[in-house]
Nanobody
Framework: VQLQASGGGVVCTGESLRLSCVFSGFTLDYYVIGWFRQAPGKGREWVGCFSNSDSSTKYADSVEGRFTISRDNAKKAVFLQMNNLEPEDTAVYYC????????????????????WGQGTQVTVSS
């Protein structure tokens, strides 16, 4: 199982970015994908997660309404569309995966995931 996040960059407040998480070694139908971020000097925090089995998603309150997770099965990729970005969104963003069939309270936890990709830096300037 491999995952690779990409698409980060430097944007201004209010702008948008779309992050990609390209994966291999598993079928999305049987896995839950999580997005996390780690700001400078802080711990890694959960941003949102997605289950292809039941098409369910859940987001952290801090990004609800601004961020959207989607997928492209043919491209074996999951995306994090980030709109109306704020300086507080500045962080390294990671995607993670684990075998699972639905979004649950456990899938909000960093420790639940056992496969991680390298992160991509997002910087939002004010």
């Amino acid at each position: 199982v491999q995952l690779q996040a990409s698409g980060g960059g430097v944007v201004c407040t209010g702008e948008s970015l779309r992050l990609s998480c390209v994966f291999s070694g598993f079928t999305l139908d049987y896995y839950v994908i999580g997005w996390f971020r780690q700001a400078p000097g802080k711990g890694r925090e959960w941003v949102g997660c997605f289950s292809n089995s039941d098409s369910s998603t859940k987001y952290a309150d801090s990004v609800e309404g601004r961020f959207t997770i989607s997928r492209d099965n043919a491209k074996k990729a999951v995306f994090l569309q980030m709109n109306n970005l704020e300086p507080e969104d500045t962080a390294v963003y990671y995607c993670a995966a684990r075998l699972g069939f639905m979004v649950t309270s456990a899938t909000l936890e960093l420790k639940w995931y056992n496969h991680w990709g390298q992160g991509t830096q997002v910087t939002v300037s004010s």
